[in-house]
Structures are given as C-alpha cells and as structure tokens.
C-alpha cells in the first residue's frame, strides 16, 4: 500500500468520523459549551459582586497625618482586612507566601508629588487569591489623597522598589485577570476532553458493533484509521478550544497578543490533541469497553489537568507534586496559552521549551499508538 | 492449473491459539457460484474459519485460495473480491445510506462512485431513502442496506454471516430471496447461520464443522441419509408424561430422546408396521397426546446426531426459535 493511499484513506475515516459527528452537532456543542461556560462564567467570576475580603499588607515609610488617613480609608473598605507591616521585605515575604495579596508600599515623599515619580506602589500578586478586585479598590482610594500609584509586578524593568523576585512564577504576573488566567487552562481542558472522547474512543464502540472489522477486512492499512480518528479528534478539540475561547472573550478575557496570538492558540490547541488523540488509541487498543475507557480517560486527565496550572500557578503546587506538573504535557500548553493572552508576546526561549515538548509528547504517544494498534487489534 | 469451478478452496488449514487448536486440518472447497453453508455450534472453528478466509488472521498452517490465489499472499486483491456481511446490522446509523455506501466505496477506490452508490441504493430498494438517517430504518431495511455495502467492491464472492439473525419472518423470507437473486446472478455465497431450515432452503452444499473439523459435507438431502436409514417417529406430550413416553418406545426396541415435550426416536422403514402399536400402547396407559407424527430426518437431526447438540442450544444470546422445517 502507497503512502499516498494510506494518507487518502486516513482522510476517508476522518470524513467518516466528522460525518458522524455532525449528525450529532446540537449535542456536541451543547455539551461542549456548558463545561467552559460553567467554569469561566461562575469560578471566573467568583468575587465579582460578592462580599469576598481580601487580605493586604501597608508598609508606612511617610509616616504623616496624610499617609495615616489613606491606612484608615483603606481600613475602612469592608472588602479589605488590611495589616500594617514594618518594612517592604517583611511584606513582600507574606505576598510571595499567599498570606496577602496585595502589598503597597507609600513612599517617603507622600503625599508631596515628584515628576513622574510614584509616591505608592502596589505589588500584586495576579492569582487565585486575588478575587476581590482590591488593585482597583487600592487605586481609587488612593487617587483621593492625589497619590501617584505604580502598581508593581514582578521583572517590570521599573521595579526599582526591591531586587526580590515578588512571585517566581510567569503566570502570576502581567496585566491580565484571573479570568484569562482561568480561560487558557480551560482551553487546554476542553481540547484534552474533546481528544479523550472523540478521538480513539470510537475505535471501543466500533469493535463492539463490528464496524472495525468491516474496515479491516477492507484494503485500509490500521494506520489510515488510527491517522483519520486522531485528525478527527484533533478537529474536534479545536472547535470545542475556540468555543471556549469565544466564551472566555464574551466574557471579558482578553488575547494580548490578538489574531497572531489566536492562531497560537490554535497551534497549541492541535498539538496537544494529536497527542492526547494518539493516547485514546493506545487505551482503545487494549480495553474493550466504554465504561473502562471513561473512567481511565478521566483518571489521566483530570490529575493532569489539576497539575498543570489550570487554576493556579503551578508555583502553588506543594513541593512533592510541583516535579509531576514538570513532565506534565499539559503545563506547557497552559502555559504557551497563558503567555500570548497574559502578555502579549510570545517569549521565544520559553516558546521553543512549550512547542519543543508538546511535539515531542506527541510524536512519541502517536508512535506507541501505531505500534499497540498495529499489534492488538485484529 | 488451478481449478476455475472452485471458488474457495481450503487445504489442511490450521490455526492455534497457544496451546489450544481451533481449527485443525480442515479442508473444503466451495463451487463457482454455489450457495455453500458452513453450519457448527459455538466454539466449532467457523468464526475461525472465516476470519482467515477474510484475512484478518494469519493460518498456522495449511493454504487458502481464492480461485486459485493464495489470499494470503495476495491480501489486498483478495479483500476486493470477497464482500462480507456479518450477523450484526453493521452499517453507521448516523450516517445515511448513502453516506454508509460512500465511506465504504471509497476505501475500495471505486471509480465513478456516483453511479455504483446509486445502482447500490437501487438495488436494495433504498433509493427513496437515501439521504434519511439509516437510524429511522426497519431492521429489514438496514440488512438490505448492510447487503449492498458489503457488494459495493462487486466482489466475486460473498460470505453471509448469520444474515437472517434476528429478522422477522417477512424480512427473513425477503432477505433469501435476494440471496437466491445474487446466486441466479453468479456470485458465489458462504453462507453461516443457526437456522437450519434456513441452510436446508439455500444452500447447495453443506458442511457441518465442530471442534476445528469438518465432521460432513454435502447437500442437504446427501447429510439427512447420512444419519437415517429411515424416519422420525415424534410424539409430542405434556413434560409430566415424557419419561413415560420414552419407556413405551424402548419396550418397541426403539432409542428415544426427549427434547423438553417433545419424544423423537428414529424408526426403519422395516419399523413403521410399530407405529399404530405404539399409538395403541400410548393411549392404553392414559397418557395424553398431544400430536404424533413420523416425518423425514431435518438437519436439526444431522446435527444433533454430527455434533452432539442442537445448533440453537449452542448459540448464546441468539433468539430462541423453533427450527426444524418438517418435510
């Protein structure tokens, strides 16, 4: 058998496959829309209109009447509990610990004004914990005392205020909300379930039925029907990837880096698919029934997701399960996500590490499915 | 020189799993255009069987070929000219018919495609409904459909894997039919299947197989001589009397066996002169009857008699019908 024709016939089970699902297209999309409209639109929005306190830390270096009210006003917001600090490294000790969310620091000079000098800092931590919108509420009440605010994030080239890495994880820093934060690891996740379950999956159902040996006893080469359920699988995740993303836009993400940023989405997006895709068909090689399958499927990637960041930083990870996220596949596809939503660009040292390793985990499950299914199925 | 009136021919094949051989050294032919059944309980090798003969499994040993080619060094080519339809209703129920008849089509690269889904649809009277999903078809309907898919390549030979399983009587009748038709038109037919009157109204040759052989081959009237030198003497009671029964014929040197209600016992054409005796007998002891009769051997009775148990008994999970045609 040519290469060509195995090529063309992995394009006739794609077809196949896609035919199929889109006789099933209301229910697919259905049920492709409720897990990320679920996540993004309640844990995305968590704290938005609730009374949700957070926790920030004043270090007082001006130490005048002035500086004092803005402490009492800012004490006086019901969604902050404020705790006055001795010193800014003590502060950024407790910032980089999770026990404040916001740092800020007034300046000597307050409340006088010194061109283009900021006489408070702020330093945030863009996390989990930072709900409670308190930047905005810190800057609004600093705006009534005329302060000159700089909200800090870590390796910004004007972070002048202290040589201590704030935070050591990317994903905490940039501009960007909780809720892009959120979208890219729900992207990574509706692209992971869509290749779970509709890349090899079918192969179970279609040995059940007697589908498989209909094609088997065709001239098809095993590796057209591996190569058109991954493609399948593939297409899949990336229409449930950009429903997520339309989603996570509707309601109020941002893509930093715009249309080039979105097309390396999508380029993360298939990556990861034709991997997870190729993982269904090693699973479907060996177990024969759909229940097996639904229950190791989740088992792989609910764990795998959970570590990767999709929620938190992985930075947040106790120490003994911080080594599982590194050799996890999909940290890097948060991650690749994260950085063209969160920042805008696209570092090429950290673009070669994600690109490098999601190709790499691909290439190698897609060539131990070729092998199981090769060998296993008859 | 290879023979062109044999189709199929299969020479001392052999296939073992392990330590366990499920087909050993069996060896048939099917004729040119023949309806051939292949008839034997689970477990026999027939699954085996069809599955080399579909080349989805390697042979241990022995040689299969298809009109005169070695299948198995000829893979490709072999698949082209044998169709398959197995005893499931395998077509895509998402997918319309004409949709199922594409997809199939083009894995066997068939040049203008259009027109044979069209003759396809045409032929099994789908034409009406080709574009309406095959979910919302009758069973009937989507055996037709299944039928034609598995021709779409125009082989030049069939295997029928238990087609009629779970049809109804009418749908049944029609799908014999289309095989006669398809026979009438010169494809050759393997054909398996658990209801014997189905093998005895099709079928030119017959061969039982159990335990990975080839236990008889021949027509169907040839295998009914083989295990009778007369008739069937069958007296149908109530389960309470069955025993009672078996006694009075053994009392006529006869050897019963009871099947649930049912008394049969072979009885020579020497032996029919006992036949009122054992009536008389019968009624003397007060035992209610509830039919009596004598009839022709049935393959049900080749089989039981070859195998050692009925086919149906053996068939897990197929619908328990009564089989037999009396003839």
Not at chain 1, 239 to 256: E, F, K, M, N, V
Not at chain 2, 33 to 44: A, D, K, R, T, V
Not at chain 2, 303 to 319: E, V
């Amino acid at each position: 058998m040519s290469k060509l024709n195995i090529i063309s016939d992995s394009f006739i089970i794609y077809k196949r496959e896609m035919l199929i699902f889109k006789s099933k297209l209301r229910t697919n999309i259905l049920r492709s829309i409720i897990f990320p409209l679920v996540l993004i639109l309640m844990l995305g929005n968590l704290g938005n209109n609730s009374a949700v306190i957070t926790n920030i830390g004043v270090v007082n270096y001006a130490s005048n009447p002035t500086a004092y009210k803005f402490i009492q006003s800012l004490q006086s917001n019901h969604d902050l509990n404020v705790k006055v600090m001795t010193n800014q490294k003590v502060g950024l000790s407790e910032l980089k610990a999770g026990d404040i969310t916001d740092l800020v620091i007034i300046s000597p000079t307050f409340p006088n004004i010194e061109s283009g000098t900021p006489n408070v800092y702020v330093y945030y931590a863009n996390n989990f914990a930072d709900l409670g919108d308190s930047i905005n509420i810190i800057e609004s009440t600093a705006e009534q005392y005329n302060a000159h605010v700089e909200a800090k994030v870590p390796n910004t080239p004007s972070d002048t205020a202290s040589n201590e890495e704030v935070v050591l994880d990317p994903t905490y820093a940039g501009n960007a909300s909780y809720k892009t934060f959120l979208v890219g690891g729900v992207i990574v996740m509706v692209a992971v379930f869509g290749s779970m379950f509709g890349g090899g999956m079918s192969i179970i159902t279609d040995r059940q039925l007697g589908n498989l040996k209909s094609f088997l006893i065709t001239p098809i080469d095993k590796v057209s029907i591996i190569m058109g359920k991954i493609l399948s699988g593939t297409t899949q995740s990336l229409i449930y990837g950009i429903i997520a993303l339309i989603i996570g836009l509707l309601d109020g993400a941002a893509i930093s880096m715009g249309i080039s940023g979105a097309l390396i989405i999508l380029a993360i997006i298939a990556i990861t698919s034709i991997g997870f895709s190729s993982i269904t068909i090693i699973l479907a090689s060996r177990i024969s029934k759909v229940e097996v399958y639904s229950i190791l499927a989740n088992a792989i990637t609910l764990p795998l997701w959970f570590i990767s960041g999709a929620f938190f930083p992985v930075s947040s990870l106790p120490s003994w399960l911080y080594p599982l996220s590194v050799v996890d596949p999909l940290t890097y596809a948060a991650n690749g996500i994260r950085y063209v939503m969160m920042y805008g660009y696209f570092p090429i040292s950290s673009s070669i590490t994600d690109f490098a390793i999601l190709i790499g985990f691909s290439i190698v499950v897609m060539l131990v499915s070729f092998r199981l299914f090769k060998t296993n199925i008859s | 020189m290879p023979d062109k009136n044999i189709a199929l021919k299969i020479e001392e094949l052999v296939k073992k799993f392990g330590n366990f051989t499920a087909v050993n050294n069996l060896s048939f032919e099917v004729k040119d255009g023949e309806i051939f059944g292949l008839l034997g309980p689970n477990g026999s090798g027939k699954t085996t069987t069809l599955n080399m003969i579909l080349t989805l499994i390697t042979p241990t040993s022995g040689s299969i070929k298809l009109y005169g080619k070695d299948i198995h060094q000829n893979i490709n080519e072999s698949k082209k000219e044998i169709g398959f339809m197995t005893q499931e209703t395998v077509i895509e129920q998402d997918l319309t018919p004409r949709e199922n008849l594409e997809i199939f089509g083009e894995l066997y690269h068939i040049p203008d495609l259009d027109n044979r889904v069209e003759e396809s649809l045409k032929d099994a009277e789908l034409s009406d409904f080709a574009d309406y999903k095959a979910s919302a078809m009758s069973g009937g309907m989507q055996r037709r459909l299944a039928l034609v898919r598995s021709m779409i390549q125009k082989p030049k030979m069939i295997i029928l894997d238990e087609p009629t399983t779970g049809l109804d009587v009418q749908n049944r009748s029609s799908l014999w039919d289309r095989i006669r038709k398809l026979k009438k038109q010169g494809m050759t037919i393997l054909i398996t299947t658990q209801y014997l009157e189905e093998a005895d109204a099709l079928c030119d040759r017959i061969a039982v197989i159990d335990h990975g052989r080839i236990k008889a081959i021949g027509t169907a009237s040839e295998l009914k001589a083989q295990v009778s030198t007369g008739d069937i003497l069958e007296i149908i009671t109530t389960i309470k009397y069955v025993e009672q029964v078996a006694q009075i014929l053994k009392k006529f040197d006869l050897k019963p066996e009871i099947k649930t209600d049912i008394v049969t016992a072979p009885i020579s054409k020497t032996e029919v002169i006992k036949f009122s005796d054992i009536t008389k007998e019968v009624i003397k002891n007060n035992i209610p009857i509830l039919g009596i009769s004598m009839h022709l051997p049935t393959l049900d009775d080749v089989f039981i008699k070859l195998t050692g148990s009925g086919l149906r008994d053996s068939a897990s999970g197929s619908p328990k019908i009564s089989i037999g045609a009396k003839k």
